[in-house]
């Protein structure tokens, strides 16, 4: 199947300093990407959707100049945690859909990023 | 509104079988989907139902009933790796993904 890496898988940073975290597709050109944030026992969240060339579409309840998101080519989504403070700790995971896939409507999902602040 | 009801908690004997169930409410319907998701990592693809039926894959299958908003994951033969959470997912009417919370299935020896 398609592969979607991420990295850095495990981060821990200060409180108020911002992480960088990137999501690539390595076989396939993913026009759409999501980020998603999952805390202990609890599902997947999305936080947005990720368009390449153009903004990104944020879930209610996220905001959009904390979370920043950039999609700047058809393999790379970079989701930016600004400012972060320990109630940001998190699984942040992406995914992405192979178009050439696109009747399934499966996702392929990146590793994962689990984030602590300080 | 959009809304996945799953088990929050299973348990099942090493070798035996389990069902796990979902019920489905979403605006339009593309798709069920069941995922796999070991403690820390991310989840991972079990299967897709668009059509009413029972798809069977390997020791996993899963159920879909469009007319109930129901569907089940059936796994036989449960092994020790089994034990991790399982998710089921709705795609709705934009293809977005409405997650369940997820069941945790414990397999004991």
Known sequence: GAVVSQHPSWVICKSGTSVKIECRSLDFQATTMFWYRQFPKQSLMLMATSNEGSKATYEQGVEKDKFLINHASLTLSTLTVTSAHPEDSSFYICSARDPLLADTGELFFGEGSRLTVL | ?109
């Open chain 2, 1 to 109: 509104g959009q809304n996945i009801d799953q088990p929050t908690e299973m348990t099942a004997t090493e070798g035996a079988i389990v069902q796990i169930n979902c019920t489905y409410q979403t605006s339009g319907f593309n798709g069920l989907f069941w995922y796999q998701q070991h403690a820390g990592e991310a989840p991972t693809f079990l299967s897709y139902n668009v059509l009413d039926g029972l798809e069977e894959k390997g020791r996993f299958s899963s159920f879909l009933s469009r007319s109930k908003g129901y569907s089940y994951l059936l796994l036989k033969e449960l092994q020790m790796k089994d034990s991790a959470s399982y998710l089921c997912a709705s795609m709705d009417s934009n293809y977005q993904l409405i997650w369940g919370a997820g069941t945790k299935l414990i397999i004991k020896p």
